[in-house]
């Protein structure tokens, strides 16, 4: 099996900015998030917060969702960008 590529790419990009832009907005350390989206069960360390606001690590959906319900907007915002709020 042909390993799988993880380079991230321009929607990955947008969403990793989205959230530290939102993030910061709302006043919130990365560890505050990350303590918000683990409370909502999908359990999130500042590390890898970090590692995917630096587009160094894959959101994957269920971040994404969980991302989005602790910053208090829709998964849609966060792939389009802070515009479509």
């Known amino acids: 099996m042909a390993a799988r590529s993880l380079e991230?790419?321009?929607a990955?990009?947008?969403?990793?900015?989205?959230?530290?832009?939102?993030?910061t907005e709302r006043?919130?350390?990365q560890g505050e998030l990350a303590v918000r989206v683990t409370a909502l069960g999908r359990p999130m360390s500042n590390t890898m917060l970090s590692?995917?606001?630096?587009a160094e690590r894959r959101c994957d959906i269920d971040d994404l969702v969980a991302l989005a319900q602790a910053l208090h907007v829709s998964p849609?915002?966060?792939?389009?960008?802070p515009s479509a709020m």
């Open 8 to 10: 991230i790419g321009p």
């Open 12 to 23: 990955g990009i947008r969403t990793a900015r989205t959230i530290e832009i939102l993030r």
């Open 27 to 29: 006043g919130l350390a």
């Open 51 to 54: 590692r995917i606001e630096r």
């Open 76 to 81: 849609l915002v966060l792939l389009q960008g």
